[in-house]
C-alpha cells in the first residue's frame, strides 16, 4: 500500500501501522515521538496513536516539538 508522511511516498505491507511508516520514513522518527519531542498528524491536523491503522493513500504528517 502507499502512503505519504511530509509528502515522501511510502510502500508499506497491507496492516501497517504508524509506527511501521515512521520507521521507514526516518530512523529517529519513532524515537523522537516515544520521546514526546515530536508528533505525529493526520492530514486533517489529528494526532495519531503510534498503533494506529493506515490505509491507502493516508497522509501523514511528522512535526518536532517546538523547544523554549
Known amino acids: ?19 511501521d511508516a515512521l520507521r521507514m520514513y526516518n530512523a529517529t522518527a ?3 515521538v516515544k520521546a514526546g519531542k515530536a508528533e505525529v ?8 496513536a503510534l498503533d494506529g491503522a493506515l490505509y491507502e493513500g493516508n497522509r501523514l504528517f511528522f ?6
Open 1 to 19: 500500500m502507499k502512503l505519504f508522511v511530509n509528502e515522501k511516498e511510502i510502500i508499506l505491507f497491507e496492516g501497517a501501522t504508524v509506527t
Open 63 to 68: 512535526r518536532k516539538q517546538k523547544t523554549n
Open 41 to 48: 498528524l493526520d492530514a486533517y491536523g489529528n494526532i495519531v
Open 30 to 32: 519513532l524515537d523522537d
